[in-house]
């Protein structure tokens, strides 16, 4: 079990029932050390605003994901770092009311917006547990299919977090993951990371936000997947303005709590108006137009 870690509160949404063979226990979370606090915390603050992905930007790309992932009809799904459960919703459709879903988060109050999201005629039963992606309370096996998306980079731990989705992937099972490739959101991305570093913020992730292609073969062939394919896509997007771009640094979970950790009053509302400036300056009549890049992983537990 994790150093110092804290028990989770008992909640309807803390535990499920996904067969009798797959009885699902609680874990603690990892709360140990700063970081990881942070971590948590800032997405248990963030819930209402990230789920609203003003964009569309997750439920895109769950669907995505799902349709290279091609979960088989009854499957038994697990969806880690589930958030506001778009990969749980759209696989519990997807699999249809023969399979199961069971969406993880670390976050209760991402849990609470997650849990309405599956139901609709037809759809596999989901349920969802607060857990910690490096402390899977599922035995060896349980899945058919695990997703991670837009997760991996937040786990203190990501070696870890790999081998526990290895582990509970039925051999032959599959594992897939969206995350950021390289240029995150260009060209914004670049334009802002400028800025934090002139007010000298300091990342609380452990991990950096993108990954290159070869850094994430490589992560998941060390936690024993196999067949590993990439695919990179690109996202076209147009936030509404400057403000928009902003409200979206602001839900997601790490980046308020670094704000709020790292800079006085005064500070955070000089930063805010310089992001504003700056990011005004390529605006058009539409909007503030960026690409998104996504790197999809899919892998294999060996049979
Ligand atoms: C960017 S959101 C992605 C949510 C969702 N998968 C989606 O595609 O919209 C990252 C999620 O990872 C969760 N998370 C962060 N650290 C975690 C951990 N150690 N274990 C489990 N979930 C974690 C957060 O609470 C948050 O819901």
């Known amino acids: 079990m994790p150093r110092s870690a804290s028990i989770s509160i008992p909640d309807p949404f803390s535990s499920v029932d996904v067969g009798e063979e797959r009885k699902v226990i609680l874990t603690a979370i990892d709360d140990s050390g700063a970081a990881r606090r942070s971590v948590h915390q800032g997405w248990e603050e963030v819930a209402d605003a990230y789920v609203a992905d003003p964009l569309g930007l997750f439920e895109g790309c769950a669907g995505r994901l799902l349709s290279l992932l091609q979960p088989p009809s009854g499957a038994v799904v697990l969806d880690i770092g589930t958030g506001g459960g778009a990969v749980a919703s759209q696989a519990s459709s997807w699999i249809g009311s023969e399979g199961r879903v069971v969406g993880s988060d670390v976050a209760m109050s991402m849990l609470r917006h997650a849990k309405p999201t599956c139901a609709a005629p ?5 349920g969802f547990c607060q857990m910690d992606a490096e402390w899977l309370g599922f035995a060896d096996g349980s899945f058919d299919v695990v997703a991670c998306a837009f997760s991996l980079f937040q786990f203190a731990d ?3 977090a ?13 594992v897939g993951l969206s995350n950021w490739g390289p240029g995150y959101f260009t060209p914004i991305a670049g334009m802002q990371r400028a800025l934090f570093r002139e007010f000298d913020l300091r990342p609380i992730l452990a991990n950096p936000i993108t990954f290159r292609p070869d850094e994430l073969r490589a992560l998941l062939e060390s936690a024993g997947l196999t067949q590993v394919q990439l695919e990179a896509e690109k996202v076209d997007e147009c936030f509404k303005d400057s403000q928009a771009v902003w409200d979206y640094n602001m839900s ?3 980046f308020p709590m670094m704000v709020r950790d790292q800079l006085l009053e005064g500070d955070r509302q000089r930063l805010h108006e310089r992001f504003l400036e700056i990011i005004d300056t390529i605006a058009s009549q539409e909007g503030i137009r960026c690409t998104f890049h996504v790197l999809y992983a899919l892998a294999r537990r060996s049979s």
Request: net charge positive; no cysteine.
């Open 162 to 174: 790999l081998v526990e989705m290895a582990r509970v992937a039925r051999p032959g099972g599959r």
């Open 122 to 126: 037809g759809s596999a039963a989901a």
């Open 252 to 254: 997601m979970g790490p």
């Open 158 to 160: 990501m070696g870890r």
